[in-house]
């Protein structure tokens, strides 16, 4: 334990109900400590010294609302209803749509819809022939979703279409992929990568070249928050919490903007990518959530 005293940086562990014990240590003795993968754990609600890497779930459909409000508050929007569990971050994405949006919006615009209950055909009258119309599905159940995006994939041979949901929805088995790229899939994710930066490049010719694999996001992972603290290590010292929002990188997959959580508590990473499947296959980076609002 003498030779952990003298730490600069703890990254990790990576699982939260390891790091209880170690946060403790790190915040005794003054360690900035990072939790590079998980977003579940509070450990920053009381520790100053301690770094959220990945923004927790609640934080992530609270920026979804945010964006969709802001994005698409005089389009045609419709929500689709879900049976569930009332109180999940899910049914969240539900409530604060419906109150960010209906009055914004004016009933005309905003539409409650079960596409389960009453079939695609009734929808019919409600959709905008000429602009887009936008879903958004509140649950990463794979059946209610797999019944959504196939009535939805009917609909955009007719109409413009854009599904606004959560990064859940790619992980689902069972429905094609080609199906999101029809009804234009949009979510916000704190991943992202970008083939085409110089960075990446440069990662995966030197990662190929090293183990003669090719990186998986857990090395994209590794690799952002490793050259991002030790960078600011190296640049502020052992104590570089307040100088973190003044220090904006190129990363691979990442994109950090660290924000105390509150007064005496520690920083979780509030920087998510806007990700949309486009129709002719591309799958493209609309840029950072609430960037515009910044300016």
Known sequence: LEEFRDLNLIIGP???ELQASVA???????????????????????????????????????????????????KNFFLLQQSGNSLSADAQLATLCKDKLSNRSG???????????????????LMDENGENIFVIPTDNEAQVSVAVTNLTALAEHYNIVLMGTPALTRLKSIQTENYHRIR???????????????????????????????????????????????????????????LPDYPMVLTQMTFNFGKVAP????????????????????????????????
């Open 24 to 74: 403790s240590f790190a915040a005794k003795n003054r360690i900035p400590m990072i939790s590079p993968l998980s977003s579940t754990g509070n450990f920053e609600l009381n520790n100053s010294w301690y770094f959220k890497v990945n923004p927790t779930k609640e934080f992530q459909i609270e920026q979804t609302a945010s964006y969709i409000a802001n994005e698409f508050s005089k």
């Open 185 to 243: 899939l949009r979510y916000l994710s704190p991943y992202f990568i970008d083939y085409s930066k110089p960075l990446v490049k440069r990662f995966v010719g030197n990662y190929r070249e090293t183990f003669s694999a090719e990186p998986s996001q857990f090395s994209f992972q590794g690799f952002d928050v490793s050259y991002y603290f030790l960078s600011a290590l190296f640049k502020y010292g052992k104590d570089f919490r307040a100088c």
């Open 107 to 125: 009933k005309q615009l905003f539409h409650e819809y079960n596409l389960q209950e009453n079939g695609v055909n009734s929808i019919k009258p």
């Open 264 to 295: 005496m508590g520690g920083s979780m990473n509030h920087g998510m990518f806007v990700t949309g499947y486009e129709r002719n296959f591309d799958v493209v980076n609309y840029g950072i959530a609430g960037e515009d609002d910044k300016k």
């Open 14 to 16: 990576v699982y939260p």
